[in-house]
């Protein structure tokens, strides 16, 4: 099931209003202006998917709520299995599979995402806390901050995702790592 960036943005909205949270409380906690936040809720840019996390870190809320509107339920442990990831629409030339989207209050928050070759730079993203990014197919290629760097079938790399980062396919094949990002 496909989700798309409208329905995040309304679900975001949904769960500001209903914690009687204003903008400006939202910006502050996660560091952003009102016109950014503002263009997220109005889905008039895609959210990156660390500034939800943030989100669902910083307000107790699930990551499946924002995507779904749902609540996951598992507390204990989630299998999730082959081909069963809930796809979650990000933006063109991304696409993102939650490997844990039914279990509450994560501490990571996995995902299996594809990029397809794109010739135009990635676009950057940053938010708080740390990722590690696995080459499960194909090659990456990673820029953090001004520094890009090559990655192979096989290799990963843990960042700081507070400083700008973006990721595409190194060649004009797709490429499909494990992301986890961490608060």
């Known amino acids: 099931m496909n ?7 309304s679900h975001l909205k949904q769960v500001r209003e209903t914690l009687g949270l204003s903008v400006e409380e939202v910006c502050k ?16 840019e895609d959210i990156p998917i660390g500034l939800l ?32 990831g809930m796809q979650v629409e990000r933006y063109p030339g991304y696409d993102y599979v939650s490997l844990a989207h039914q279990f509450f209050h994560k501490k990571c928050y996995p995902f ?12 950057m993203n940053k938010h708080n806390g740390h990722e590690f ?15 890009e760097i ?13 400083y700008p980062h973006g990721i595409q ?10 992301a986890i990002v961490l608060e």
């Open 3 to 9: 989700h798309p960036i409208e329905m995040i943005a």
């Open 29 to 44: 906690a996660l560091d952003i202006s009102s016109e950014q936040y503002l263009n997220y809720e109005q889905a008039r």
């Open 53 to 84: 996390t943030s989100f669902c870190n910083t307000y107790d809320v699930s990551l499946a709520n924002l995507v779904t509107g749902e609540e996951p339920k598992l507390s204990v442990y989630a299998i999730n299995r082959k081909g069963k």
């Open 112 to 123: 299996i995402v594809t990029v397809s070759p794109e010739k135009e730079p990635a676009k």
């Open 133 to 147: 990014d696995y080459v499960l197919q194909g090659s990456l290629k990673c820029k953090i901050g001004e520094k």
């Open 150 to 162: 090559i990655l192979e079938e096989g290799d990963s790399i843990y960042f700081d995702s507070v």
């Open 169 to 178: 396919s190194n060649t004009d094949q797709p490429a499909k790592f494990l």
